[in-house]
C-alpha cells in the first residue's frame, strides 16, 4: 500500500472541512434522516451541529499548525484499534482524525449507535484523497491490532483494560461537565449556557449536567433565558426520560425545581439524569475551588461566562472544542506518535 506523506494527509482533511462546510442542504437532511433511523436521539438539529464540529476541527490553520507539531511519518504504519461510543453524532471523529493523520491504519469498532454519519465522512475522504483506501476498516472484531483506543463507561473500561493489556492503549472512562456562575451574568450569557446543557439533549460528555451556584443565586433569569430551549421535551425520549425522572422525584418527595423541561436538583453529584440537571452551591472563590478539584478527574470541561474561570471555555463553546483538545486530557496524537 502506498504511503501518503504528511502535507498531503493535512491537505486531504483540510478539503474535507471544505466539502463539509459546502454540503447543500438536500445533502444535509439526507444524511440526518438516515442517522436519525439508526439512532432516533440523532436529530436534523444535532446532525448540522456535529458536522459544525468537525468544521471547527478542520480550520486549515489550526489543523496545519497541530498536525506538524508531531512528528507524524511513522518508520512502519501500525494498525491502531478504536472502540467508538455512540451518544453523540460523530463522537469518534477526532480518534479517527488523529489515527489518519499520524500515518497509522485504522480498524474501527463503530457503535451500532453512530454507523451511518462516520461511513459519510469517510466516503468523502475517499473522494478527496483515493490513497487513503486501505486505511481504514470498520470491523466488529478488533483482534489483530497494534495497539488500541476505546471509549466506554467506568465498567467497559474496565474490561477493555484487561483484554487490551499485552498492548499500548488509551482507555477512557464516563467524564461530565460543569458550568460555574457567579450570579452577575446578563442573560445573554445565560443563553449560552444553554447550548452546553441542551445540545445533543444533554447525552454527551460535554454536554453540563451540573452548575456550580452561589449561595444566594436565584433561578429566575436563568429559566427565562432558557425559554428557546423549550422544545427538547417534544422529543418522545427526552420527554419520557422528564417524566420518569420527575415522578422519581415526586414519590422520593425530593425538592426541586421544574421550568417544564428541565428539572434541577441539588446533588453533590457530577452525573446527573437525562432531563436532570444538578446544582451545588459555594460560599467563596476558595469552597468553589476546592468543590470542582474534587471532581477534576471526572470533569471533561468547566464552562463559564466568557472563559473567565481557570482552565474554562465560554459559555456555548463546549460542543465545539479545538482540535488540540482531547478526551480525558489525553493527548491522542502523543500516544500515536509513541508506537515506534
Not at 155 to 161: G, I, P, Q, S
Not at 316 to 333: C, F
Amino acid at each position: 500500500m502506498q504511503s501518503i506523506k504528511l502535507p498531503a494527509r493535512i491537505e486531504a482533511f483540510c478539503a474535507l472541512g471544505t466539502v463539509i462546510k459546502a454540503l447543500g442542504l438536500s445533502d444535509r437532511k439526507d444524511v440526518a434522516e438516515k442517522a436519525r433511523n439508526e439512532n432516533p436521539w440523532f436529530t436534523e438539529d444535532s446532525v448540522a451541529l456535529a458536522l459544525k464540529g468537525i468544521e471547527t476541527l478542520l480550520e486549515k490553520d489550526d489543523l496545519n499548525s497541530w498536525a506538524m507539531s508531531y512528528s507524524t511519518e511513522p518508520a512502519v504504519p501500525k494498525t491502531i484499534g478504536v472502540a467508538m461510543a455512540g451518544n453523540i453524532p460523530l463522537v469518534g471523529f477526532h480518534d479517527f482524525l488523529c489515527v489518519l493523520i499520524s500515518g497509522h491504519r485504522l480498524k474501527a469498532k463503530l457503535s451500532s449507535q453512530d454507523s451511518v454519519l462516520l461511513k459519510f465522512i469517510w466516503q468523502k475522504l475517499v473522494e478527496i484523497e483515493p490513497q487513503f483506501l486501505g486505511y481504514f476498516s470498520a470491523e466488529e472484531n478488533l483482534k489483530g491490532v497494534d495497539a488500541m483506543i476505546a471509549t466506554g463507561s467506568d465498567n467497559t473500561a474496565r474490561y477493555f483494560e484487561y483484554y487490551f493489556r499485552k498492548i499500548p492503549h488509551v482507555i477512557r472512562k464516563n467524564r461530565a461537565s460543569c458550568a460555574v456562575i457567579v450570579g452577575e451574568e446578563p442573560r445573554g450569557e445565560f443563553k449560552l449556557l444553554g447550548k452546553d446543557v441542551f445540545s445533543y439533549f444533554g447525552l454527551g460528555c460535554r454536554n453540563v449536567s451540573k452548575l456550580y451556584i452561589p449561595a444566594k443565586f436565584e433561578f429566575g433569569d436563568l429559566f427565562e433565558s432558557w425559554q428557546n430551549f423549550g422544545a427538547v421535551i417534544d422529543h418522545h425520549k427526552y420527554g419520557n426520560n422528564y417524566d420518569y425522572q420527575k415522578s422519581i422525584l415526586l414519590m422520593n418527595q425530593e425538592s426541586f425545581l421544574d421550568n417544564g423541561f428541565i428539572l434541577v436538583k441539588e446533588s453533590g453529584n457530577l452525573v446527573s439524569p437525562i432531563a436532570t440537571l444538578y446544582f451545588e452551591k459555594y460560599n467563596s472563590q476558595e469552597d468553589l475551588k476546592e468543590k470542582i478539584e474534587i471532581q477534576r478527574q471526572k470533569l471533561q470541561v468547566v464552562v463559564s461566562a466568557q472563559g473567565w474561570y481557570s482552565s474554562s471555555v465560554p459559555f456555548g463553546k463546549a460542543q465545539l472544542p479545538n482540535v488540540t483538545e482531547y478526551s480525558d486530557n489525553v493527548d491522542t496524537m502523543n500516544f500515536l506518535w509513541s508506537l515506534k
